[in-house]
């Protein structure tokens, strides 16, 4: 791409367009990424995608800026990274370009938000059976009440 910035975070490690994210947001200048990286990373529903033309203002990228980056990688699929490097650079595609920074600083400015990590789920305690009672200890009688000791009458 030509010119602009995209800021990328995510709740967990997750590599998109052959960049590595995480909680803490990457700013990628927008010459490193090939069209189709972009598209790949603005479409991932696993991470947070801001866009900017200064690196100052960032913006969500809206439904027609999606598309605008849809049109590039179009426009550029086949071609090598060489290629279509040398054709971004060359500015066969400033128009489409232009339409995407242009509608990126008409958008409201957004402040980057924490990558929050959800609350984890708490599991019940596992229901753990009682241990069987032991035998009661013996009280050294046999069946009759008589003691155990104690001779058995004729």
């Known amino acids: 791409m030509n010119g ?11 590599r998109r367009g052959g960049f590595q994210f995480g909680p803490e ?4 200048d927008a010459r490193e990424l090939l069209p189709q990286q972009l598209q790949a990373i603005v479409e991932e529903p696993m991470l947070r995608v801001e866009i900017s033309h200064d690196s100052e203002a960032w ?7 999606l598309g605008v980056i849809a049109a ?7 071609m090598s990274p060489e290629d279509a490097a040398a054709a971004l650079a060359a500015g066969r595609f400033d128009d489409l370009l232009h339409d995407l920074l242009e509608t990126a ?3 409201p400015v957004v402040e980057p938000e924490p ?16 241990t069987p009672a032991a035998p ?11 003691p155990i000791d ?5």
């Open 4 to 14: 602009g910035f995209v800021r990328v975070g995510a709740l967990r490690p997750f």
């Open 25 to 28: 947001a990457v700013v990628i």
């Open 59 to 65: 913006v969500v990228p809206d439904a027609a800026q």
């Open 72 to 78: 590039l990688a179009k426009a550029t699929a086949g």
């Open 105 to 107: 600083d008409r958008q």
């Open 115 to 130: 990558v929050v990590e959800p609350a984890p789920v708490v599991e019940p305690a596992p229901v753990v059976a009682p």
């Open 136 to 146: 009661a200890a013996s009280t050294g009688s046999r069946r009759g009440g008589r």
């Open 150 to 154: 104690e001779p058995k009458a004729d």
